[in-house]
């Protein structure tokens, strides 16, 4: 028995040795590096991924849409995982980044669940890092019109004489009292305004005059569908001009582009982005 004793004090120093060996470490930055075509484009940081924002609203025009890229990898723990033709392999759902169990994570949603930021049909945690391949090579570099890199794309976009708003631009409102028809001839009579970076030139409007002119006053969560249901959840918060921007332009093509834009200190994040606006739902 005197022998035993021993025994079992090591067998249980041991054991403890072994538990604090299985204890976590430190927690890593929720984050994920996104690259475009071998080059960075953009680091989602937490604030972005709370979003529940489309994979595809971080990158410049060209490579936004899932049926122009070729190939995702996603980078996880020390292990890559490709999709390829994900339009194809995952066929009318959205792309979207996100946080879940604590850490980044990726996943394929229908556009009605990333909308209540519900369960994806597909879905990988702990990413660290999103490669995308696009089908013609977009130089990420070259993304940034005036701003150098800011994410304002190029192309016929930002070519030829930029259009009127007119009556056949239609943003339908839905909110507790049913649905409001916006159109853009109502646009025009609004003052302008501009990005608060990036694109400084280009005048626009921020979604809350457009809300506002709508006769729609939000108490709650925002949800700005674009084009292929695309969509970003926007917080009260983000109608806050001290802390936020929802930024809307009519681009070359004739298309309503949203930016929403969010401030960090003294300098302002683009935290997502869509194009082809053409729902605004009030939760």
């Known amino acids: 028995m005197r022998r035993l004793v021993p025994l079992l004090i090591c067998c249980a120093l041991v054991a403890c040795k072994k538990e604090k060996k299985a204890e976590p470490t430190a927690n890593k930055p929720l984050a994920i590096e996104l690259v475009l075509d071998g080059k960075p484009a953009t680091r989602l940081d ?83 890092k999103i490669a995308v391949t696009t089908r013609a090579p977009v130089d990420a570099a070259g993304q940034g019109g005036s701003g150098g890199g800011n994410g304002e794309g190029g192309g016929a976009e930002n070519e030829g004489d930029r259009p009127a708003p007119s009556a056949d631009l239609k943003i339908t409102i839905v909110g507790p ?84 834009f969010r401030k960090s200190g003294t300098t302002w994040d683009i935290a997502g982005e869509l194009r082809g606006i053409s729902r605004i739902e009030l939760k």
């Open 46 to 128: 937490a604030s972005k991924l709370s979003a529940w924002a489309p994979l595809g609203s971080f990158l410049p025009s060209g490579a936004q849409n899932l049926d122009r890229w070729g190939a995702l990898e996603l980078t996880i723990g020390d292990k890559v995982e490709r999709v390829d033709d994900p339009a194809k392999t995952h066929p009318g759902l959205v792309a979207a980044v996100y946080p879940s169990q604590g850490a980044p994570a990726f996943g394929f949603f229908a556009p009605q669940d990333l909308a209540k930021k519900g369960k994806p049909q597909w879905e990988r945690v702990g990413v660290t």
């Open 177 to 260: 009292a049913g649905e409001t028809i916006f159109t853009g001839d109502k646009l025009a009579p609004l003052p302008t305004t501009t990005a608060p970076v990036g694109d400084t030139d280009t005048p626009g409007w921020t979604l809350d005059q457009i809300l506002t002119a709508a006769g729609v006053s939000p108490k709650g969560k925002l949800v700005v569908y674009g084009e292929e249901g695309a969509n970003l959840i926007l917080e009260p918060s983000d109608l806050d001009p001290a802390t936020a921007k929802p930024f809307i332009k009519l681009n070359r093509s004739g298309q309503l582009r949203f930016r929403l």
